[in-house]
């Protein structure tokens, strides 16, 4: 099934191009079915790009969905024209009435600042809040995970001794009961991601209270992947939506301002940069955005209207 997204958004020539069925607005009214509605609160820089890369992964699903593009009222974009924002961009404060079956917060080049110092951290707080009762279930990426679980549990961040940037090697956790979680059914038991941040949260830092489940860490790169099965969060420290080029691009700009940038590590065939990388966690991505939208669809009720009205699962 398709992707709904606005007609003339950039990404949807792109994701035509790769085969990703992209529909028109006018061809989804005439569709006797409710659409998965999910809003997504891109925080990036080169917002075009985020949205490209998590619509690929949305619009694979077996499911229509239909995306709301937000972003900030209260911090204004500097890296895309607002020529785009007011085409294809609405804020939070426009859609706060509304109910959505699911939530994606992406991350934000503001790791090395204390949270409170964000400019638009009291409208991401009241955003985390809001999703509590307006989203069926929520999907938290990079410092986006990070700021979730400060706000909500007070888990501090740590400053790296340096970037930690690649491809990492990472681990399904197993349980006790051999039973693979909803969103790691199909996953090998060691799996690649690409890592890209400054901080990291710490597993020793999670409150043991909470019902926070650990899916997926790292030996080299940390924790990776964390399941709150209450309110249906995910909090991913990572990013398995980047597409192949996306850590390259990263490097020549962190080259651009300082010549010692180290390689991202196991990227670059025999380490050369010249060389084109080899993507080896497009399947991983596929993955789990596929697990979690089928989760959601299987837990959300019909009448999106009755979102936030239901008893929220138990901790399994």
Known sequence: ????????????????????????????LRQDIRPMQIALLNLMPNKPETETQLARLLGATPLQVELTLLTTSTYESRNTPQSHLQAFYTTWEAIRHRKFDGLIV?????EMLPFEGVDYWDELCAVFDWSRTHCHSTFHICWGAQAALYHF???????LPAKRFGIFKHYVIERRDAR???????????FYV????????RAEDLPKDAGLEVLAVSNAAGLCLV??????????????????????????????????????????????PNQPPRNRWRAYAHLLFGNWINEMYQTTPYRIEEIGELPRARAA
């Open 180 to 190: 693979r979680p909803p969103l790691m059914r199909g996953f090998d038991d060691i």
């Open 106 to 110: 992406t991350g934000a080049p503001v």
């Open 227 to 272: 399941h709150e099965p209450a309110h249906r969060a995910v909090y991913m420290f990572n990013h398995l939506e980047y597409d192949s080029l996306t850590l390259h691009r990263e490097y020549l700009r962190d080259r651009e301002k300082r010549p010692d940038v180290s390689l991202p590590v196991n990227y670059y065939p025999d380490d050369d």
């Open 194 to 201: 690409p890592v890209s941040r400054h901080t990291e949260v």
């Open 153 to 159: 549990y007070g888990v501090p961040k740590h400053v």
């Open 1 to 28: 099934m398709p992707i709904k997204i606005p007609n003339d958004l950039p990404a949807a020539e792109k994701l035509r191009e790769e085969g990703v069925h992209v529909i028109r607005e006018d061809e989804a």
